[in-house]
């Protein structure tokens, strides 16, 4: 008897895309944490690092924040008819793609 391979559909894809955009956010914010962390116990304190860092923070959930707005201004283009569903999915597929891809490059170059 021979498995059949199953195809995972678009909107699980999509799915799982997203997830792995919240796990690479998290992972960057608890890398500025401890980032932070180490900074605030060498000595001596220096003024330009804690601003850095507190920049940095800033700086983090912005892509995030553009993709889930974004993400909402074509649903409502959705809801209004005016976009089709297949272009949402794939849009919204991408949209998280290029999140992860983000965030990796974020995570990457913190240090």
């Known amino acids: 008897m021979k498995l059949e391979e199953r195809d995972l559909s678009e909107t699980e894809k999509t799915k799982i895309s997203w997830m792995i955009v919240y796990l690479f956010v998290s992972l960057t914010l608890l890398s500025l944490m401890f980032h932070a962390w180490d900074l605030s116990h060498v000595q001596p304190f220096r003024w330009h690092d804690a601003i850095d860092v507190g920049l940095q923070f800033l700086i983090c959930p912005f ?29 919204d597929y991408w949209i998280a793609q290029l999140l992860v891809y983000s965030y990796m490059v974020m995570l990457m170059i913190s240090h």
């Not at 892509?63 to 959705?78: A, H, S, T, V, Y």
């Open 63 to 91: 892509p995030l924040l553009m993709g889930i707005f974004f993400r909402g201004l074509l649903r409502k283009e959705l809801k209004k008819n005016l976009l089709s569903a297949r272009t949402y999915q794939i849009c």
